[in-house]
């Protein structure tokens, strides 16, 4: 005879074997807080739909409230022979309170219980996810106004191209975030749906209120077709979709960050708290945790891609591949947090080492557009400006010197549109502050951009 709480169909228990293949205990424990919460609102509901008495729906909830206790205090057994965090709660309920335990399952199947778990543990991390985002802008926008006069190359191709602030590069990071946040929102919206009363595929025969339970776990809404509620797994592939932009974003500025680290940039350094040495090479600071954000990009990207796979050519409604929902969305979620965490200590730990970002500047030219630009303003048609321009590049480039080194006389040979003023012209603060169209790198524009990030981090606050 079989010992599992379904298995009265059964004359035999279950291999050893597939009971440790098929179990999901070991991953979807950690949905202890939201199968109890979801379950004492089950509870709630049987009795005043009085399909069950209020006598045992107030054992059920004691009991379940004693269990919750029993697991946050670490001494809950989990059995693998019991396959998952629903089946363990139920057993340990009737062992708890006796006959009343078996009833709280009335009106409803795993297939829905697991999915409302899901939708209260997505919508949880979701909020955990956005104050951890905002965490980060709030980080950037300080090290963005901390450092508002520091100039550093802007770069495409990765080659220099015009200066820009470094603060103005910082608070590009900051907007791909903003678009994280609202991502995520779209997340929450889309989870925030109760999909318990589906029962297994089809609803249930008891008269059950899923309103009461929508409003009791403060869902705005109610899955409208029970077939939806329990094979809808939108919800995830849009948390890792989300997940991998915001990882992606992440690795980007990994990626910066290691190069600005570099002897070859030396754009900035890492506080040693967020940097480890080499077990043979005593002069090394390496930016580890950088680098392990960049590579743990790739395992948020594949579980996207895994679940996508797995949901691709499933019938409807649940089948047993979608366990396969939990441990890459987990191990998303437990990435991404600590990626966000990690990435603001770095932000405000790191020194910006200004005199050789201003050194770049001044020994390259990026400044080669503000000259054409120049010769613009003097009346010069902006295509024979650019090849005017080049030529000027090409002359220096020959000559081992830059643009501020050339004489006055030495421009005029290229152009009688030169005068003396072509020197402030050049400098990496005129190229700089001349750039104050909206969204541009001046100095007037980033101060804006700082003030509305301040405003609108302290709007989403409250």
Request: charged letters at 30%; proline letters at 2%.
């Amino acid at each position: 005879m079989s010992e599992k709480l379904w298995g009265g169909r059964f004359e035999k228990s279950t291999d050893e074997m597939i009971n440790d293949f098929q179990a999901s205990i070991n991953f979807d424990r950690r949905l202890y807080r939201e199968d109890i919460q979801g379950s004492i609102a089950h509870a709630k509901m049987l009795a005043r739909c009085e399909i069950i008495s209020d006598d045992d729906a107030e054992k059920i909830i004691a009991g379940l409230k004693k269990i919750l206790a029993k697991i946050e205090a670490g001494e809950f057994e989990f059995s693998v022979a019991l396959e998952d965090i629903h089946m363990n709660i139920e057993a340990a309920l009737t062992a708890e309170i006796g006959e009343a335990g078996g009833r709280l399952h009335t009106a409803r199947s795993r297939n829905d219980q697991v999915a409302l778990d899901m939708h209260l543990y997505v919508r949880r991390q979701v909020c955990e996810i956005k104050r951890l985002i905002l965490e980060l802008q709030a980080a950037l926008v300080d090290a963005a106004e901390k450092n508002l006069g520091v100039i550093m190359p802007g770069y495409t191709h990765l080659q220099r191209a015009q200066p820009i602030l470094f603060s103005h590069h910082l608070l590009a990071y900051f907007e791909m975030l903003r678009r994280d946040g609202e991502r995520f929102a779209g997340v929450y919206d889309r989870a925030n749906i109760m999909p318990l009363g589906a029962g297994a595929l089809a609803g249930t025969t008891f008269p059950i209120d899923r309103n009461f339970v929508a409003d009791e776990l403060d869902f705005d809404a109610v899955y409208q077709n029970s077939l939806d509620a329990v094979s809808d797994r939108d919800y995830i592939l849009e948390f890792l979709a989300a997940a991998s932009i915001l990882m992606v974003h992440l690795s980007r500025f990994s990626e910066e960050i290691i190069l600005w680290c570099s002897r070859e940039f030396s754009f900035v350094e890492l506080d040693d708290a967020h940097c480890t040495g080499s077990s043979m090479m005593p002069q090394k600071k390496n930016p580890d945790v950088p680098e392990l954000v960049r590579g743990k990009t790739g395992r948020v990207v594949g579980h996207l891609m895994a679940m996508l796979t797995a949901v691709k050519a499933l019938p409807l409604a649940y089948n047993k591949d979608l366990q396969e929902d939990k441990e890459g969305l987990f191990d998303a979620i437990d990435t991404v947090k600590f990626s966000l965490a990690v990435f603001a200590q770095i932000v405000a730990g790191m020194k910006v080492r200004a005199e050789n970002m201003r050194r770049a500047v001044e020994e390259d030219f990026s400044n080669a557009t503000d000259l054409a630009d120049y010769l613009v303003r003097k009346g010069v048609p902006f295509r024979q400006a650019h090849e005017i321009s080049g030529k000027l590049v090409h002359e220096c480039i020959s000559r081992g010197i830059y643009l501020k080194d050339l004489a006055l006389d030495e421009f005029k040979n290229f152009s009688d549109k030169f005068d003396a003023d072509i020197f402030d012209a050049l400098k990496p603060e005129t190229c700089v502050n001349a750039r104050n169209s909206l969204g541009g790198t001046s100095t007037e524009q980033v101060q804006r951009q700082i003030s509305d990030a301040r405003d609108w981090l302290r709007e989403v606050a409250e």
